[in-house]
């Protein structure tokens, strides 16, 4: 019986990943709680499991009186000294209980609380594994979806990813596989829930330290990143060393790397940045993919006026005011974008308004 047990506990530690004193534990509190049901005792019935040989021994601690009465907690001198010769009135001993006539109820309410116990030690493996990998990105199954959540198989467990948490006319089917970004994993009464989201900005950040191999040691850093998902990211990149360039390390040999990250984010655009402490640098690289023709900036204020050639007006303002929008996320200043012809006209008028012409007479 003892090689039988200690044969289940090895197997179900290897292929539920619990460790084997967790399961001795487990078992040793479920064998006491049916002993306690089937002896009719209290807390002093307690059980001991031998790590090594599996082996199983229960007793009952009673105290060695005169004359007993309370069978359940006293023991005569006379009954002690059969098994403890030396044994004194006053003193407490163990006494064993046989185990091998425990009922068939008492075996099945053992069975029922080893597997509520091994599946709570298992929400703890899952939990204890997967807590620590919170801002990385993990690659799962489509398995179904309810009630506005996709449910992603991600190996030993599910990841829910709600159908907000998807990029605009997204329609994920089960089977599909793709990458999501861990946002947090919660205790629940049902056990961990790891949630998981595509929108989130620090998704396309993790994406780029998985492809850059370059960002992944530390060489080229994310400064930042701003995303409206679907549509378009802006990343502010730098290089700790100057004879690695941080945006064609994430564009990647023929733009490999970016393009890897584009389909994952079905077509989105990626603006890849250097970064710079030069505040007009920066807005005006910020409204990439448009050239800057001239800015003038104010930094008491944080704002930046921007003028652009008259063609490239609506590309720096973007579709809807996408791309302003994401720059001025990106840099944290107020831009103001004129076309070169609207500059012109402003300051024809300013001109005007600083010259008069002498009046007649």
């Known amino acids: 019986m003892s090689k039988e047990l200690c044969y289940v506990i090895d197997q179900i530690s290897r292929e539920k990943g619990i460790p084997r004193d967790v399961l001795i534990e487990t078992l040793r509190s479920a064998l006491l709680s049916a002993a306690r049901k089937k002896f009719g005792g209290g807390p002093n019935i307690d059980l001991t499991i031998d790590p090594k040989t599996c082996n199983i021994s229960a007793f009952e601690t009673k105290k060695i009186v005169s004359k007993v009465s309370n069978m359940d907690e006293e023991i005569s001198i006379e009954e002690a000294i059969k098994i403890y010769p030396d044994a004194k009135e006053g003193d407490t001993v163990n006494m064993p209980l046989d185990l091998h006539d425990f009922s068939r109820i008492a075996a099945q309410t053992a069975k029922q609380v080893i597997f509520q116990r091994v599946r709570e030690a298992e929400r703890d493996v899952i939990y204890n594994e997967f807590k620590d990998k919170i801002g990385q990105v993990v690659s799962g199954t489509i398995m179904r979806k309810e009630k506005g959540i996709y449910f992603l198989n991600i190996g030993k467990t599910e990841a829910v990813l709600p159908f907000k948490e998807t990029l605009p006319n997204e329609n994920l089917k089960r089977g599909d596989t793709i990458r999501a970004y861990i946002e947090d994993v919660r205790i629940t009464s049902k056990g961990p829930v790891i949630m998981v989201t595509r929108t989130s900005p620090q998704f396309v950040g993790a994406l780029f330290k998985m492809e850059v191999p370059e960002i ?27 004879s690695i360039d941080p945006v064609g390390a994430c564009v990647g040999m023929k733009g490999t790397r970016v393009q890897s990250i584009v389909r994952e984010l079905r077509g989105e655009r990626i603006d890849i940045i250097p970064w710079t402490d030069d505040p007009r640098e920066l807005v005006a690289r910020a409204l990439s993919p448009a050239v800057v023709d001239r800015i003038g900036i104010n930094e008491e204020t944080k704002t930046a006026m921007v003028v652009v050639g008259d063609q490239q007006l609506s590309l720096a303002i973007g579709k809807r005011g996408q791309n302003v929008r994401l720059a001025m996320k990106l840099t944290g200043w107020d831009i103001d974008i004129l076309s070169e012809s609207e500059y012109s006209k402003i300051r024809l008028e300013e001109a005007n308004r600083t010259f008069s012409p002498p009046s007649d007479g």
Do not use: A, H
């Open 216 to 242: 992944n040691e530390g060489l080229v850093i994310i400064k930042d990143v701003v995303r409206e998902p679907g549509e378009r990211t802006k990343l502010t990149v730098y290089s700790k060393n100057p």
